[in-house]
C-alpha cells in the first residue's frame, strides 16, 4: 500500500504526541494538503529566500520549441495521463532536438532528464549515448544495489546524463546536478 499521510498517522502517531512535519511540496497533486493533519505553518522558506541566501543557485530556463501538439493529451487530477503523453512526446526525433539543445546549451553539465515513463527514459538515455554523452538510466524497478551505484556514479562525475522517470522527485539530492532537462 501507498504510505499515504493518513498510513503514517494511524500508524505511528498517538493522543499527547506531539507532531511535526516538513514537506517540499505544499501544494500536492492530489489535492491533499498539510492543513488536514496540522493545525499551523510555523515556517516558510520560499525558493526565492532560498536563492537570495545563497542556499540555491538561482534559476535559468530555457524553452525549446518541439513543434508537438500535446492539447489533445487529457488530463487526470490535474496532471496529463501518463500514457497518452508519452506517446505525444517519446518520439525519437523530439529526443534528438532535447539532446542537441542540452548539447548547444548545457553541454558536459551533470544533467537529471525528467522523462514521462520508462520507455521514455531509457529512450532518452540511449538518445544521448548515440549522440556521444555517456548516459545512464534509473526507474523505479531499478534493483536497489544497481540504484546506489548508479546514483554514486552520477554524484562522482562518471557520466554526465541520468535519465529516469518518478525517482528524482523526492529526497534525492545530488549537489553536482547543474542541469534539469524536462522531457
Known amino acids: 500500500k501507498a504510505l499515504t499521510y493518513s498510513r503514517v498517522l494511524e500508524h505511528f502517531y498517538r493522543p499527547g504526541d506531539l507532531l511535526t512535519g516538513y514537506t517540499a511540496t505544499v501544494r500536492r497533486s492530489d489535492s491533499v494538503g498539510l492543513e488536514k493533519f496540522f493545525d499551523d505553518i510555523c515556517y516558510s522558506y520560499p525558493i526565492r529566500a532560498a536563492i537570495d541566501d545563497a542556499w540555491l543557485v538561482p534559476l535559468r530556463a530555457f524553452h525549446v520549441e518541439t513543434g508537438i501538439d500535446i492539447d489533445h493529451v487529457k488530463k487526470r487530477k490535474g496532471d496529463f495521463a501518463k500514457d497518452e503523453l508519452a506517446k505525444a512526446v517519446n518520439l525519437q526525433e523530439r529526443n534528438a532536438l532535447a539532446v542537441r539543445s542540452y548539447l548547444d546549451t548545457v553541454a558536459g553539465r551533470p544533467c537529471l532528464v ?34 546506489a551505484n548508479l546514483v554514486k556514479g552520477f554524484r562522482d562525475g562518471a557520466f554526465p546524463v541520468m535519465t529516469g522517470v518518478g525517482v528524482f522527485t523526492e529526497g534525492f539530492d545530488a549537489p553536482p546536478t547543474s542541469c534539469i532537462l524536462m522531457t
Open 114 to 147: 525528467f522523462c514521462v515513463d520508462v520507455e521514455h527514459a531509457y529512450a532518452m538515455a540511449e538518445c544521448f549515448r548515440e549522440a556521444g554523452v555517456e548516459a545512464e538510466t534509473v526507474v523505479g524497478t531499478t534493483p536497489k544495489d544497481e540504484r
